[in-house]
T-cell receptor, first 112, second 113 residues
Framework: NAGVTQTPKFQVLKTGQSMTLQCAQD?????MYWYRQDPGMGLRLIYY???????DKGEVPNGYNVSRLNKREFSLRLESAAPSQTSVYFC???????????FGQGTRLTVV | DAKTTQPPSMDCAEGRAANLPCNHS???????VYWYRQIHSQGPQYIIH???NNETNEMASLIITEDRKSSTLILPHATLRDTAVYYC??????????????FGKGTSLLVTP
């Protein structure tokens, strides 16, 4: 039981490049989330998916797109990376309401 | 979801109880209080949650005031490994924001030898 797995763990991009951050969970959870965390800051919600087939914007969605590929996988895409998107990205999943969320170990992204 | 207010930082001596407060004065009747912690840039880890009764598990205790406008997370015997950022979150099971989990800046707890 791996929990929530994020790939890659580290990535360096040049400004304007695109990439997709992958997230998969093996706990049969319904809801999945993407957060970013800048140095010394709390987590800010980018997008979330309450259930398979649905996605919603969070607090800071600009510059990102998401895909809930199936129940297990929720990907985050940067179409044209900018230095302001340098951050640590966390994926999380939640089984149902009023249960605890499980987080991945993060993807550390640097855009130069 | 109700907004929460936490002190930005706290210190605690090793072996003593750490009491982390959270204010959620606009909490609604069906909103739960959740606590998570984040150790040194790892992914956040769930600690405990409750509605109105006090709760205890192997990690911590959660004390919610009778009017539910504030709560306290208690780590009964803090260790150096409890040094982390602690987040208090309030959310409702059927919130209009769907199932969004919104974290604030949390409280940075430093446990000292």
């Amino acid at each position: 039981n791996a929990g929530v797995t994020q790939t890659p763990k580290f990535q360096v991009l040049k400004t304007g490049q695109s990439m997709t951050l992958q997230c998969a969970q093996d706990m049969n959870h319904n809801s999945m989330y993407w957060y970013r965390q800048d140095p010394g800051m709390g987590l800010r919600l980018i997008y979330y998916s309450a259930s398979e087939g649905t996605t919603d914007k969070g607090e800071v969605p600009n510059g990102y797109n998401v895909s809930r590929l199936n129940k297990r996988e929720f990907s985050l895409r940067l179409e044209s990376a900018a230095p302001s998107q340098t951050s640590v990205y966390f994926c999380a999943s939640l089984r149902v309401r009023n249960t605890e969320a499980f987080f991945g170990q993060g993807t550390r992204l640097t855009v130069v | 979801d109700a907004k929460t207010t936490q002190p930005p930082s706290m210190d605690c001596a090793e072996g003593r109880a750490a009491n982390l407060p959270c204010n959620h004065s606009t909490i609604s009747g069906n909103e739960y209080v959740y606590w998570y912690r984040q150790i040194h840039s790892q992914g956040p880890q769930y600690i405990i949650h409750g509605l109105k009764n006090n709760e205890t598990n192997e990690m911590a205790s959660l004390i919610i005031t009778e009017d539910r406008k504030s709560s306290t997370l208690i780590l009964p015997h803090a260790t150096l490994r409890d040094t982390a950022v602690y987040y208090c979150i309030v959310r409702a099971p059927n919130s209009n924001s769907g199932y969004a989990l919104n974290f604030g800046k949390g409280t940075s707890l430093l446990v000292t030898p």
